[in-house]
């Protein structure tokens, strides 16, 4: 895929990256009013450290994907998304690499996440980078019924 592309967060795509991830969230019946706090704030998660990476396609924003800091050993993914049309293609695997990519280089020693039970493809991929099932004791949503960590180190 010549055209694709993989950018930095910029507040000209805070209505895409609003759209792509509310999309998934209410077609698995998994939103809840805690993400309204990203999808709404994108720029205040990267002025505490986030970062959040878009795919791009003729510039078409078609992934989005928040890797947020946790402390100095770990960050989380949050938001990771693919629009339909587009799955399939590894533009997910991509968006994830990034963020490992970008965590090894930091010494960032634990990626977290946490998921659904409903997000099978999604969980396919965790498990094929490496991500591996750990206890749920404390989740940031109610929908969560998965929690996956992967060790850097």
């Given at each position: 895929?010549?055209?694709?592309?993989?950018?930095?967060y910029q507040d000209q795509y805070q209505k895409e990256f609003k759209s792509i991830n509310l999309h998934w969230?209410?077609?698995?019946?998994?939103?809840?009013?805690?993400?309204?706090?990203?999808?709404?704030?994108?720029?205040?998660?990267?002025?505490?450290?986030?970062?959040?990476?878009?795919?791009?396609?003729?510039?078409?924003?078609?992934?989005?994907?928040?890797?947020?800091?946790?402390?100095?050993?770990?960050?989380?993914?949050?938001?990771?998304?693919?629009?339909?049309?587009?799955?399939?293609?590894?533009?997910?695997?991509?968006?994830?690499?990034?963020?490992?990519?970008?965590?090894?280089?930091?010494?960032?020693?634990?990626?977290?996440?946490?998921?659904?039970?409903?997000?099978?493809?999604?969980?396919?991929?965790?498990?094929?980078?490496?991500f591996k099932h750990v206890e749920i004791k404390d989740t940031h949503f109610v929908t969560a019924d998965i929690?996956?960590?992967?060790?850097?180190?």
């Amino acid at each position: 895929m010549k055209d694709l592309e993989f950018i930095k967060y910029q507040d000209q795509y805070q209505k895409e990256f609003k759209s792509i991830n509310l999309h998934w969230l209410k077609k698995f019946d998994l939103y809840e009013k805690a993400d309204d706090l990203l999808l709404d704030n994108p720029s205040l998660f990267i002025k505490n450290g986030a970062h959040i990476f878009l795919a791009r396609i003729n510039n078409e924003i078609v992934g989005t994907i928040c890797l947020n800091p946790l402390n100095k050993n770990s960050s989380e993914i949050l938001k990771f998304a693919v629009i339909d049309g587009y799955k399939g293609l590894g533009i997910g695997y991509k968006l994830m690499q990034i963020c490992i990519d970008l965590c090894k280089q930091n010494n960032v020693e634990t990626i977290v996440l946490e998921s659904s039970t409903k997000l099978e493809k999604a969980l396919s991929l965790y498990e094929k980078l490496g991500f591996k099932h750990v206890e749920i004791k404390d989740t940031h949503f109610v929908t969560a019924d998965i929690k996956m960590e992967l060790k850097l180190r």
